[in-house]
């Protein structure tokens, strides 16, 4: 193992990589992998190999905020079991570790053990860098996995002390007439009345102040300054420092080969990644770094820092402020030219305001679908990050409360563009494996390190489930049906 990954506790760390994958759980995943998949038996999930064996796939990484650990425990096995990432793609979190997995080391050397490290190495904590009150109040709210009961809980002792105090009043000052010695009852219940009725202005007070604090902040509580500064590190530490760096490190491929014929051969075969931003003023989904040319000349596209790009896919609404592309030369004419031709946009803004991709493409499993090709060399493989709780009722329509309500607007706007691409084109489901993580909280930065542990646990546990299933020549063979009859119907389409 080199030594820059060796299982070494820095000081003050409590975690090290022995503690995820000599795990007795991930172990047994292993086990089960090495005695189903023998050389009498191998692991077949692609037709494009390297020198070494290793199997390359695509890989697109679905958005969690700190779920995203498991992210990891997923792309363990799957590296453990020889298998390489060709094109990469990813939201917020699922961008995070695109990242990473994109910029350590070569193509074809495994990633996730430097990435484990990086994740020992990190109080996630340090990432809600906001005002401390902001810090307090996730710290004993969001932290939690049901924070909304909690919320609730906190909200309904406010009111009933409120109607206790009052009721107090009226009480003791109706029957101070009859019985003297209550006086003192009435004038303490007065007292704690207008003590505590003070206290909740100073905080409604307080309150309006942090939120023109938010608004002046870019409606965000947290500025994600530590993030940015920790992935931009990340980045630097691997020679990537530039658009031009990211590109190449994406791009350069090992020699590959097929393992049987096909007519597309591997000269069309391209390395790259893919990050989702939403962006606010002209209200439309970015894919950096490819869309860069939006934003720079190509003559300047090295002046764009890559760390903004992961900064911007994960800026989870109102949680972290809005990342923004200042300096945008709206005049020039290759500007003007590129935001005519690729978004029908006129009038370019001379700045860009970015929040959370989740918002329009939370899973861009898409990115991956090239319709020329009618035979597959490699598969497109998804990481689902599974959050959504169980509810008995949640088909009911008319017993949802008015969170789960706004909860489903939301949901139904920022998951329809995925789920409408894998509607039609049903194949790519095959290639998708599911984590399930209903009982963590995806804004819990104050994550525990045994939650990180079970986080990376589920994650080895879905990859391994996915592989004992996975069908390489199912999906190869589904995914030609699908082209041919696609192309069919587009060639019928075409002749009316």
Not at 94 to 117: F, Y
Not at 300 to 312: H, K, M, V, W
Not at 432 to 450: E, R
């Amino acid at each position: 193992m080199p030594e820059s990954i060796k299982s070494q506790k820095r000081k003050g760390a409590t975690l090290d990589i022995n503690d995820f994958i000599q795990h007795a759980d991930v172990l047994e995943c292993v086990s089960e992998l090495k005695a189903q998949f023998t050389s009498e038996n191998p692991l077949v999930v692609s037709d494009v190999l390297d020198k070494n064996g290793n199997q390359y796939v695509n890989l697109v990484q679905k958005g969690g905020g700190v779920l995203g650990v498991a992210l990891v425990g997923y792309t363990y096995i799957l590296e453990l079991m020889g298998i390489r990432f060709l094109r990469l793609a990813g939201t917020s979190a699922g961008a995070i570790n695109t990242a990473l997995m994109t910029v350590i080391d070569k193509k074809e050397n495994a990633k996730s053990l430097s990435i484990l490290k990086a994740i020992c190495e990190l109080n996630f904590f340090n990432l809600v860098d906001g005002h401390p009150a902001a810090r307090w109040i996730i710290k004993k709210f969001i932290t939690h996995s049901d924070f909304t009961s909690r919320v609730k809980k906190w909200i309904t002792w406010i009111i009933l002390a409120a109607v206790f105090l009052i009721a107090g009043d009226f009480i003791f000052l109706g029957l101070e007439h009859k019985f003297q010695f209550l006086s003192l009852f009435t004038k303490l219940f007065f007292v704690l009345t207008g003590f505590y009725f003070l206290i909740i202005s100073l905080i409604i007070f307080y309150l309006a102040r942090l939120s023109k604090r938010l608004k002046n902040s870019g409606y965000g509580i947290n500025p994600g300054n530590y993030f940015y500064d920790w992935i931009k590190n990340q980045l630097i530490s691997n020679e990537v420092r530039t658009v031009t760096d990211l590109n190449t490190k994406a791009s350069t491929l090992p020699e590959l080969h097929l393992r049987v014929d096909n007519p597309e051969g591997t000269a069309s075969l391209k390395g790259d990644v893919t990050f989702i931003a939403s962006e606010l003023v002209t209200q439309n989904k970015i894919q950096f770094p490819e869309m860069c040319f939006l934003f720079r000349t190509k003559d300047q596209i090295d002046t764009l820092q890559p760390a903004g790009f992961i900064r911007a896919s994960m800026s989870i609404p109102v949680f972290f402020e809005s990342y923004m592309i200042d300096n945008i030369p709206c005049t020039s004419d290759e500007i003007k030219k590129a935001w005519l031709d690729t978004m029908d946009e006129p009038d370019p803004p001379s700045a860009a305001r970015f929040v959370d991709g989740g918002m329009l493409s939370n899973f861009p499993i898409n990115i991956f679908y090239n319709a020329k090709v009618v035979s597959p060399r490699l598969p497109s493989f998804g990481i689902d990050l599974d959050d959504s709780k169980p509810d008995e009722t949640e088909k009911n329509a008319t017993a949802w409360s008015l969170l789960g309500y706004v909860g489903r607007m939301f949901n139904t706007i920022r998951f329809y563009y995925d789920k409408d691409f894998l509607l039609k084109n049903k194949v790519y489901e095959k290639g998708v494996g599911k984590i399930p993580l209903a009982d963590y909280n995806w804004l819990n930065f104050f994550l525990s390190d045994q939650d990180k542990i079970n986080m990376f646990i589920r994650g080895a546990k879905a990859a391994t489930q996915f592989l004992k299933e996975f069908n390489w020549e199912a999906y190869k063979n589904n995914r030609t049906v699908m082209q041919m009859a696609l192309n069919k119907e587009k060639d019928s389409e075409s002749k009316k």
